[in-house]
């Protein structure tokens, strides 16, 4: 099975205990709109629960879904990020990245994706070492990406030669909700989205997934955006 479309959507989603979360599973279906838990340290998200998720992924053959922003202690701290790292790499379980959802199954299909927010570049590459130590390649969903300096898009580019996804977060990180609601759907399509694709293909990157800043959204935005 392959996916015919070169869009997918993440929206936050809630959690409690993870293995309950059913939006944060991806199980190779066509599903287009998907949903992230959240393992920043504010949540504080516990080790348990995160390894009881990893476990249903491996039980069930689906892809567990992870967001983040700066790995720092202003989001998720390097320590805690191995963490994770280390019990996806106890279970067995592979780091996909979004364009890989859009491809045929793996014939083990369990496997964890992780992803960042936001344009904390030079925060993202500072811990592409730790990133290689474990063969985790995830997923960088970038927001206003017309004002990152060369260097700084030169560091995006050697993420993703390194085998990272380089994805959209809208151009200037609007809420979705209140900027169509005020200007209508098609506005923030064609200023949030498509802009932002279309800066990030001139730039050498071949974004397939849009990630909704807050997580907000509506089924109208979700259908919308899907056209394109």
């Known amino acids: 099975m392959r996916w015919l479309v070169v869009l997918a959507l993440l929206a936050g989603c809630g959690q409690d205990r993870i293995a309950d979360t ?10 287009r709109v998907l949903c992230g838990v959240s393992i920043d340290d ?8 995160i390894r009881e998720g990893m476990l249903r992924a491996v ?13 720092s202690d202003e989001g ?14 106890e279970l067995g379980l592979p780091f996909l990245t979004f364009p890989e959802l859009h491809q045929a199954p793996p014939a083990e299909r369990a496997g964890v994706v992780l992803t960042f927010d936001d344009a904390h570049v030079d925060n993202w590459w500072e ?12 997923t960088f969903f970038v927001t206003r990406i017309h004002t990152l300096r060369d260097d700084r898009i030169a ?29 209508g759907v098609q506005a923030y399509v064609v200023d949030e989205v498509l802009s932002s694709l279309d800066i990030l293909r ?7 997934t849009f990630s909704y800043p807050y997580g907000v959204r509506t089924g109208e935005l979700d259908d919308a955006i899907l056209e394109h």
């Open 127 to 138: 811990q592409r070492d730790l990133f290689a130590a474990y063969d985790a390649r995830a």
């Open 59 to 71: 039980e069930r053959g689906e892809v567990l879904i992870f967001y983040a922003h700066q790995i």
């Open 202 to 208: 001139e730039q050498g990157f071949a974004p397939t």
């Open 22 to 31: 059913d939006e944060a599973y991806y199980g190779w279906t066509n599903r």
């Open 76 to 89: 998720i701290g390097p320590e805690r990020l191995e963490s994770i790292l280390q019990l996806a790499r």
């Open 155 to 183: 560091r995006l580019h050697e993420l993703y030669a390194a085998g990272h996804a380089i994805e959209s977060h809208g151009l200037n990180h609007q809420n979705a909700y209140e900027y169509a609601d005020e200007l």
């Open 42 to 49: 504010k949540l504080e998200v516990g080790l348990d629960n």
